[in-house]
């Protein structure tokens, strides 16, 4: 069984903030089951997006899963989510500075 979305986010937060690292929640979703998607920002100023993972590359862990999504710059970053707005409103957006997504995020190469 999954935590949900809100749990998710709450204990992430507060994982980075305990390791020194930077997160805020930039976007409230559905708290039962909205998508997460996490945006990393390194300290060179380098952005990576994280999506769910798709079902085929998720295990049965339960745990969250997350792949990378090619994402150029910031216009990128809107343009990406104004079209998951558009099929799924309910999603969340938690912005993170760190170097180290890996260690906060369980990483799925698709």
Do not use: C, H, Y
């Amino acid at each position: 069984m999954r935590i949900t979305s809100e749990l998710f986010v709450a204990q992430l937060v507060r994982r980075l903030f305990s390791a020194g690292e930077f997160a805020v929640v930039a976007r409230k979703g559905a708290d039962a089951a909205g998508a997460i998607f996490v945006v990393t920002r390194n300290r060179a100023g380098e952005i990576q997006l994280f999506g769910p993972a798709v079902q085929s590359l998720s295990d049965d862990s339960g745990m969250r899963q997350f792949m990378p999504e090619p994402i150029d710059d910031e216009a990128a970053l809107d343009a990406r989510f104004a079209r998951e707005a558009r099929f799924d409103p309910d999603f969340w957006v938690v912005e993170i500075e760190t170097d180290d997504a890996p260690t906060f995020l369980q990483i799925v190469e698709g």
